[in-house]
T-cell receptor, first 112, second 115 residues
Framework: DAGVIQSPRHEVTEMGQEVTLRCKPISGHDYLFWYRQTMMRGLELLIYFNNNVPIDDSGMPEDRFSAKMPNASFSTLKIQPSEPRDSAVYFC??????????FGSGTRLTVV | AQSVTQLDSHVSVSEGTPVLLRCNYSSSYSPSLFWYVQHPNKGLQLLLKYTSAATLVKGINGFEAEFKKSETSFHLTKPSAHMSDAAEYFCVVSRAGGGADGLTFGKGTHLIIQP
C-alpha cells in the first residue's frame, strides 16, 4: 500500500498562472478530502468527495478554486488564476467508511 | 456543528519530562477524536484515535490520551519526552463513524523539547 500520493511535492508559480494539484487516494477508499494549511488559518477542509461525487464544497474559498474526481483513483484541485494568498500546503486525504483517514504528504504551493 | 480548541499554541518541556498537550472539543454528535502529528515539512501522521470504545487510548511512540466526556476534553500525554517528539500536534474531531463531515482540526500546538 503506497498510501495517498500527491504531486507535485512543491510548486512555485507566478501570480495569474493556473495551478493543478493531483491526488491518488488509497485503493478501496470511497471518501477523498482536500485540505489547505496556512499559518493564519490552520488546516481547513476545502471539499470532499464520496464515490467520486462532490458532497460538500463549502470550504472552497472562491470560484478560482475547482476540484474534480473523474474516477476512484484520481482527483485534482485547480486554482485559476492563482494569487499570492493561495500560498499554502494542500493536503489530500482518503478514507473508507468506518476506517481511519490517511493523509498524503502534501503539496507546498508558493505563488509569487 | 463541531469545534476543537487546543489550549496552548506552544509547549516547551525538557527531554525526559512529561508532556501534556491540552484539547477541548464541542460536538453536536457523539464524536470521534484524533491526535495527529506533523514533523517539519512532513505530512500528517495519526498518533491515536478515540471511537467510543475505551476512554484511555494508547497510540504510537508512547503517547496516550484520555477521553473525558464530562470535561469535553481529550488531552494528549507522554510520560517522558524525547527530542524526536518536537513537532506540531493537532487535535481533531469528526462525527463518530461518519466520513460525511470530514475532520475539524484544532489550530495546533507546537511542542518544543529542550535538551
Amino acid at each position: 500500500d503506497a498510501g495517498v500520493i500527491q504531486s507535485p511535492r512543491h510548486e512555485v508559480t507566478e501570480m495569474g498562472q493556473e495551478v493543478t494539484l493531483r491526488c491518488k487516494p488509497i485503493s478501496g477508499h470511497d471518501y477523498l478530502f482536500w485540505y489547505r494549511q496556512t499559518m493564519m488559518r490552520g488546516l481547513e477542509l476545502l471539499i470532499y468527495f464520496n464515490n467520486n461525487v462532490p458532497i460538500d464544497d463549502s470550504g472552497m474559498p472562491e470560484d478560482r478554486f475547482s476540484a474534480k474526481m473523474p474516477n476512484a483513483s484520481f482527483s485534482t484541485l485547480k486554482i485559476q488564476p492563482s494569487e499570492p494568498r493561495d500560498s499554502a500546503v494542500y493536503f489530500c486525504a482518503s478514507r473508507r467508511m468506518g476506517l481511519g483517514y490517511t493523509f498524503g504528504s502534501g503539496t507546498r504551493l508558493t505563488v509569487v | 456543528a463541531q469545534s476543537v480548541t487546543q489550549l496552548d499554541s506552544h509547549v516547551s518541556v525538557s527531554e525526559g519530562t512529561p508532556v501534556l498537550l491540552r484539547c477541548n472539543y464541542s460536538s453536536s454528535y457523539s464524536p470521534s477524536l484524533f491526535w495527529y502529528v506533523q514533523h517539519p515539512n512532513k505530512g500528517l501522521q495519526l498518533l491515536l484515535k478515540y471511537t467510543s470504545a475505551a476512554t484511555l487510548v494508547k497510540g504510537i511512540n508512547g503517547f496516550e490520551a484520555e477521553f473525558k466526556k464530562s470535561e469535553t476534553s481529550f488531552h494528549l500525554t507522554k510520560p517522558s519526552a524525547h527530542m524526536s517528539d518536537a513537532a506540531e500536534y493537532f487535535c481533531v474531531v469528526s462525527r463518530a463513524g461518519g466520513g460525511a463531515d470530514g475532520l475539524t482540526f484544532g489550530k495546533g500546538t507546537h511542542l518544543i523539547i529542550q535538551p
